[in-house]
Structure formats: C-alpha cells, structure tokens
C-alpha cells in the first residue's frame, strides 16, 4: 500500500517528524511518501489558510499517481474537500481523522494547540464536520511556534499544562495534539497524564490505510459528484 502525506506548510523539519510518525504506526508494507506544499512556514490567518488549500491540493494532485490514499498533513485540513473532489483515491485529513477516533474512545474530548488565532478556527472546523457536540475544548498550549520546533521538552511542557486544564477544567477525558509540529508527542503526555492522547497523523495514517484495505473509495454522489 502506497499512502501520500502532504504537509500544507513550506516547513520541511515538519513534513520530516509527520512521515517519521506515519511510519511507526503504519503495516510493515505500508510505503508513505511525505511532500512538502510551497508556501507559509505558518499558516495564521484566513488568507494563508486558503492559499494553503490552493497550494495543498495543487501538490496532491500532481504527485498522487501511484499512491493508493492521501493525507493532509495539516491539523485545518485546507482544502480536503476539493481534494476529495478532485483525487480519485480517498483523502484524509488529520484533524478530522482524530476528531472521528475520539469519539470512539471518550465521552468528551479537547483539543490542544497553540496559537491564539487556532481557538475559534477549529472550533468551527469541528462543527463544519458535525463532530461539535462532544467538544469539550479548544486549549491553547502557551508556546510560540518556533519552540515547539526547537525545544521539545517545553513543547512537552507546555502541552501537558494545556492537557491538564482540559481534564480538570472542561471535563474531558480523551484529548488530541492539534498540529504538525506537535506529532510525536502524545505518547509521552498519554503516559504521564493517564488518557488516551491522540496524534493526528497516526489517526489519519491508520484510517487511510483501512479505507484502502476495505477497498472504499470516495462517493461521486452528492457532496462530491463530477461537476
């Protein structure tokens, strides 16, 4: 099975730590080829996220030949609907390949990120999905984008902050890391913190794979019928 993972931002130590996770969660004859979208190293305002989308299924569609499913590597997940529209195989985005797994785990789960600008933005992503009504919480990890990148155990430390107060505050017990620059971590903060602590790459990484597997393909009636 061959799976393409598309990072939306132009940074590739990002693009790297994404295909690096896929990886370890992935069959053993499961191939993930990880590409970096041109474009912001940050995606923050509205304006980037759409040229991000732009960007992101422009990369999908010129490099998904071969491949037998995609993932938007990107916790918006810019443009997977004209992705889906657009790619013969099936499309998965890791922010909402998280939002479905943890309503198989949890009553109520929050999200954790950073970025004050993230808070409202993917509040209403979850609700676009339908998937708003156990949302317990958006929480905003106190840390700048750069650090997460270059100091992990404040990543770390700033991230189980944010978890905790989830927990003890907005009454979830499943949480999700919200980003690319966080993947890799959920499995420390899921040990020290005792609930399930979701990544999305390895969510979308094993959905993708299953869609494949049970040989489902994107449906051409209704929401993504030909034009």
Do not use: W
């Amino acid at each position: 099975m061959k799976l393409l993972l598309v990072n939306s931002n132009s940074t590739q130590t990002v693009s790297d730590r994404m295909v690096a996770i896929a990886r370890t969660v992935a069959a053993p004859d499961t191939t993930i080829t990880g590409l970096t979208a041109p474009g912001h190293a940050v995606i923050r305002s509205h304006f980037e996220f759409a040229e991000a989308a732009v960007q992101t299924v422009a990369t999908l569609k010129a490099h998904a030949s071969g491949h037998d499913a995609a993932i938007i590597g990107c916790f918006g997940d810019p443009g997977l609907k004209a992705a889906r529209h657009e790619l013969a195989i099936p499309v998965v985005g890791i922010a909402e390949a998280a939002m479905l797994s943890a309503h198989l785990l949890g009553g109520y789960y929050s999200i954790v990120t950073f970025g004050a600008h993230n808070a409202m933005t993917i509040t209403d992503l979850a609700r676009s999905y339908g998937l708003h009504t156990r949302l317990a919480s958006v929480r905003i990890a106190d840390i700048s984008y750069g650090a997460v990148l270059a100091d992990p155990n404040q990543a770390i430390a700033a991230c189980r902050a944010a978890c905790q107060q989830a927990l003890d505050q907005d009454n979830a017990d499943v949480l999700i890391l919200g980003g690319g620059p966080v993947t890799g971590l959920s499995t420390q903060l899921a040990a020290d913190l005792g609930v399930p602590v979701l990544d999305g790459v390895a969510c979308a990484t094993k959905l993708a794979e299953s869609l494949v597997a049970c040989g489902y393909t994107t449906s051409r009636r209704g929401l993504y019928q030909p034009c």
